[in-house]
C-alpha cells in the first residue's frame, strides 16, 4: 500500500476538489507521481484575473473541452496548478489563493512557504472560507 501524501503543513494530503475534478490523476487531489512533469502540487482557489494570466500564457483554463473530460474553470473553483505557473503569477502579482491543507509538500521545491502563507484561504468544515 503506497504511502499517504503529505501536503506542506506536513500532514495528509487533503482533496482539493471534486467538482470540477482536479489533479494530474484526478482523484480530487494535488498528488503527484513521476509520470506528472508539470507538477501540479499547488491547490488554488481560481480568480477571473489569474484565468485571463493564464490564458495569455497560453494555458486556456476557463474555456470547456469536453472530448478531454474538462468542464473549464471559473472564478471561485479550485483546481491543482503546476507549481511553476503559480510561481509565474506570483511574479505578476496575480497568484491565485491557495489551499495549504490540499497543496503538496513538493511544492516548496518551487515556491517558499512564506509566499504560500501570505497567498493561503483557510479551510472551516473541510471547505474554503
Same mark, same amino acid.
Given at each position: 500500500?503506497? =504511502? ?23 482523484? +480530487?487531489?494535488?498528488e ?5 512533469s508539470?507538477?501540479? !502540487? ?12 493564464? =490564458? ?17 474553470? =471559473? #472564478? ?6 503546476? #507549481? ?8 505578476? +502579482? ?8 490540499s497543496?503538496h509538500?513538493?511544492? !516548496? ?17 473541510? !471547505?474554503?472560507?
Open positions: 500500500m503506497p =504511502k499517504p501524501q503529505r501536503n506542506v503543513l506536513g500532514q495528509i494530503l487533503i482533496p482539493c476538489s471534486t467538482n470540477p475534478m482536479t489533479g494530474f490523476y484526478r482523484t +480530487g487531489c494535488c503527484t507521481g513521476e509520470d506528472d508539470g507538477r501540479h !502540487l499547488i491547490c488554488s482557489l481560481m480568480t477571473t484575473e489569474f484565468l485571463a494570466y493564464s =490564458k495569455e500564457q497560453g494555458n486556456d483554463l476557463s474555456t470547456p473541452m469536453p472530448q478531454m473530460g474538462f468542464p473549464g474553470l =471559473k #472564478a471561485g473553483d479550485q483546481w491543482c496548478l503546476c #507549481a511553476l505557473r503559480w510561481k509565474e503569477a506570483l511574479a505578476a +502579482g496575480c497568484a491565485p489563493q491557495v489551499v495549504l491543507e497543496t509538500h513538493n511544492a !516548496l521545491q518551487f515556491v517558499s512557504m512564506e509566499d504560500l502563507h501570505s497567498h493561503a484561504v483557510h479551510r472551516a468544515g473541510g !471547505l474554503v472560507s
